[in-house]
C-alpha cells in the first residue's frame, strides 16, 4: 500500500512524540511491504515564528493532498500572549474547521499492568474500555465570534454555544455506527435541563436512536458524567457529547489510564481525509528532554492505520506491541516510580518496535 | 439567638434530608439555648402539583423575611417533560437569581474513616481539604433566553455565556477573602485558549489578586483541571469559577469523599439573606426509602450556622460529631458494604445528635 501521510508536529514534546511516530511508520512500512511517503507541515508557535501564521495556508495545502494527518500539539507560554489573530489555539481550532473534522474519537482502555500509577483503585479500572466521541466543529468553540462590549460603562464578554440539528446528528449518528461494533451502548452526555441546545442534541438523539434498535441509548447531564467516570467508569461504551463537555470530560478519563500521555485520538470528516493525534498538550515543562510518553502518539497511528487505511492487521499489532511493553515493567516518566526504571521517549519508541517484531 | 429560618424541603429526597435537618436544628435550639423559628415554602415539582408554578411568590417571600433558607433538592422524572415555564429548574435557577446568590461554596474534605468507598486510592484522597467555590447567577445558565430558530429549513439552537466584569470581580473577591482564612491559595478555572469570557475572567483574577499579595494566585484550564482534580487534589486549596465548570467539578470531586451524599454547599449574596443546600439533587431512585444519606444536609446547616449566624461552636459540632459518627463505622447506605451495617436516615441523624452530646 502507498499512502501520503501529513506530519505537523507543532511545539513542544509534539516533535518529539512525532519523531517516534515517523520511526514506527517507517517500521511497519518495511516490515508490512508499504510505502509511507512523508510531507511535513508548519502549525502553531512554531509556524508563527516562521511565517506569521498558526495554520499557513500551505500547511493546509500539504494537508488536504495527503491521505491522513499526523499532528503532535501545539502551543506554549511564549505565544499565550499573543494578539488575537495568532492565538495557537486558531491554528488547531482553523485546521479542525477547515478540514471539517467533526467527531474525534478518543478511545480510554485502562491497561492492567500500569493501573498502579492510577489515582483510581485496581477493582474501579478493571475491563474498562470506553470510547469518547466528542463533536469538535461546533459549540462554543465555534459560536459567533465572542466580543467585548461596553455598556454603561461597565464591561462584558459573550461566547455563543451554537448547534444545529444537522451537526448534532452527525456526531450522534457517528457515535451509534462505532457503538454497534462494540458493547451497542451510547451514553449522550448533555446538561438538558439547563441549556437548550442539550434539549436539542436530546431529542436529536432520540430521533437517531430509533433507527438503532439494537443499541441502547442512555442520556446523562454532564455533572453526573463526571462524576460516574470516576465512580463507576465500567459502565460506559460509546459516550457522546458536544465539543466543550467533550474537552473536559476526556481529559477527566485520562486519569483511568494514569497518564494523558496514554489517549490517542482521531479527528474524523465526511470525506476520506483524517486526522490523528494524541490527547496530550505541548507539555512546555518537559519539552526537549527526550523524557515525553510517546505511547498516546504511537496509539494514534494505530487509529490512522485502522480508520483511514484499513490495514487492521498492523494496527493491533502496534496496540498489542504496546501492550506487552507494559506488562513486561518498562515505562516513561509519566508512569514510572522507584519500582520502574524510566524509559526515554526514543527508548519507549525502541521497546514497542521490538514487541512488535517479536509477537 | 433568635433566627427565623425558611425551609424549602423540594422533592424526593430532599424532603428527608430536611426532616434531618429540623431534627437537628431542634436539637441544638435545645441544647444551646436558640430559638429557631422554621417556615416552610414550596419549591420544585410538589410546587408545580399544587400551584401551577415552580417557584410561587409565597416562597419567595417567605425566604425573604428570614434570616436564612435551607433547601432540600428539586426535580424528577415527573416533571421532566413539563414545558418550559414549568422546568423544575426554573424554580431553583430563578431562586438563585431573586435572592442574588452569586456565591456557592462546596467544600470537599476527605473523609479518612470512609476512605475505603471512594474510587480514589488513599493515598490521593490524604489531606484532602479543598473548597470549589461557584459563580451561580451568571454564565450559560443565565445568558440571554435560549432560542430555537430556523434557517433555511434547518433547526438550530443557541445558548449564551454572558459575563459582566462586575459579576466576575464579586466571586473572585470572595475566593479570595475565603482562601486568606485557609491555606491562602486560589486556583482560577477557565478556558481562556478558547473563550472570550475566559479571557476576560483571567485579567480580573489577576486585578483582584494584585489587592491580595498574601495569597497566591494560579490559573488553571478547566480539562486539565477536570484532570488534576483526580490526580493530585491535594494541591488545591480554593478553586474558583464559572457557573457551569463549577456546576461539573464539583459533582466530580464529590468523588473524592466517595458519595455526593457527603457535600455540602452555601450560597451568599451580598445582602445577609444566604442559602444553603446538599449538592446532591433529589435521587428520586431513592425518594420514600428512608435511606438517603442525610450528611450533606447536615453540614449545609452547620455552614449556614456558621456564615449567617456566626454560630462557630455549633457548626463545628456538628461538623466534629459526623467526623466521629464515620469513625465508628457508621454509615448511609451510599456508603455502606458487607463490612458495615447500612443505617437509615432517620438513625443516621439521631447518631450525629448523639455524638453531639457525648463530644
Ligand atoms: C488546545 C485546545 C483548544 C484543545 C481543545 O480544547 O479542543 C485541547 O484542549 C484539546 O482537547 O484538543
Ligand atoms: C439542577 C441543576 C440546574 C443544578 C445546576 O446545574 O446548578 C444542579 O446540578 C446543581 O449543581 O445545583
Redesign the interface.
Known sequence: MKKKIALLPGDGIGKEVMEGAVDLLKSIAEHYHHEFDFEYGLIGGGAIDQTGDPLPDETLEICKASDAVLLGAV?GPKWDENPAEL???KGL?KLRKELDLYANLRPVQAYESIADQS???AE?LEGVDLLIVRELTGG??F?KP???SHHNG?????????????EIERIIETAFKLARERRKKVTSVD?A?????S??WREVAEEVASKYPDVELQHML???A??Q????PKQFDVIVTEN??G??????A??LTGS?GMLPSASLSESSLHLYEPVHGSAPDIAGLNKANPVAMMLSVAMMLRHSFSLEEEANAIELAVKHVFESGKRTADLADKNHESLTTKAMVEEVKEAMADD
Do not use: W
Open positions: 502551543g492565538r495557537p489555539e481550532l489515582p483510581l483503585k474501579i462554543l468553540y459560536g465572542s466580543e467585548r461597565e464591561e462584558s464578554a459573550v461566547d455563543t454555544l451554537f448547534y444545529n440539528r444537522n446538561k435541563n439547563v441549556l437548550e441546545s434539549r436539542m454532564v455533572d453526573n463526571a462524576m467516570l470516576i465512580r463507576s466543550m463537555f474537552d473536559i470530560l476526556s481529559d477527566e485520562s486519569m494523558l
